[in-house]
């Protein structure tokens, strides 16, 4: 029998009392540890009780942005470690996967004016490629306010 539940003190219990009624047959209980705070007192109680020999444990690690996520795994450390090596819930976390799912700066996101307009610095992107080019590649007609295009794509 296999469970899995939000709940893991259900999945936990009733793995135990049906590896009691059945114990001829093996259990595996399948535990979803987030890096949510008020979940670590119950996994560390779930996988410091010791089971029955036909209960088996699976452990998913799972990060979620609301709720906290996880370090990359490190060698060393025991299951318990892993499984509240978290980092709690961080608001700038979410907009820096935004910005990586969408392949934006942080100009964009935030709402600034696309790095093409920006004139002040050392380097532009192209309208028309999108390759980030130091303002030497575009012509002095070229360096305009959301019209930018390198010296090969004006040719």
């Not at 469970?3 to 009624?21: H, P, T, Y």
């Not at 976390?93 to 004139?119: E, I, Q, W, Y």
């Not at 130091?134 to 360096?143: D, H, I």
């Amino acid at each position: 029998m296999a469970l899995m539940s939000d709940n893991l003190g259900v999945v936990g219990e009733l793995a135990i009392e049906g590896a009691k009624a059945f114990p001829d047959k093996v259990h595996l209980r399948i535990l979803c540890a987030t890096g949510n705070e008020s979940y670590q007192e119950a996994i560390r109680r779930l996988a410091t009780t010791s089971v029955p020999a036909n209960v088996k444990t699976l452990w998913i690690r799972e990060s979620m942005m609301a709720c906290g996520t996880f370090h990359p795994p490190r060698p060393g450390l025991s299951l318990i470690e892993q499984l509240l090596d978290s980092a709690p819930f961080n608001p700038s976390s979410m907009l820096d996967a935004h910005r990586a799912f969408a392949g934006v700066g942080n100009s964009d996101v935030l709402g600034d004016s696309p790095p093409c307009t920006k004139r002040e610095g050392k380097s532009s992107q192209c309208s028309q490629c999108k390759k980030v080019l130091a303002r030497g590649k575009f012509s002095s007609t070229q360096w305009k306010k959301n019209q930018s295009r390198c010296k090969k794509c004006v040719t």
